[in-house]
Nanobody
Framework: QVQLVESGGGLVQAGGSLRLSCAAS?????????MGWFRQAPGKEREFVAA????????SYADSVRGRFTISRDNAKSTVHLQMNTLKLEDTAVYYC???????????????????WGQGTQVTVSS
């Protein structure tokens, strides 16, 4: 069983920053799998935010966050982070981390390719 626990969400003013973390535990060699961040705003479908390869050498971002968000990972600590800068009102959502079924993929935004999901952490950006 694999467990993912997100943390770091909260309330921040527009233009501010937050750093989300996702800690993985259980019977998994986390370095073997890509990990991703998704988000879901009220009344909207879940959307891809960012993903990082198992090695950490490759990353992919949604157009809406590219240049503002940075995904990173520490395989020794089985954690993945999402540094979010210059936050906008439209970044308000519940953010989820997930473990992909492979070390990397040409389609990181496909959520059905992720086998394990966390419970999410709320990010609220205020004006």
């Amino acid at each position: 069983q694999v467990q993912l626990v997100e943390s770091g969400g909260g309330l921040v003013q527009a233009g501010g920053s937050l750093r989300l973390s996702c800690a993985a535990s259980g019977r998994i060699f986390i370095s073997s799998y890509a990990m991703g961040w998704f988000r879901q705003a009220p009344g909207k479908e879940r959307e891809f935010v960012a993903a990082i390869s198992g090695s950490g050498f490759s990353a992919s971002y949604a157009d809406s966050v590219r240049g503002r968000f940075t995904i990173s990972r520490d395989n020794a600590k089985s954690t993945v982070h999402l540094q979010m800068n210059t936050l906008k009102l439209e970044d308000t959502a519940v953010y989820y981390c997930a473990v992909h079924r492979s070390s990397w993929t040409s389609s990181p935004a496909v959520d059905i390719s992720y086998d394990y999901w966390g419970q999410g952490t709320q990010v609220t950006v205020s004006s």
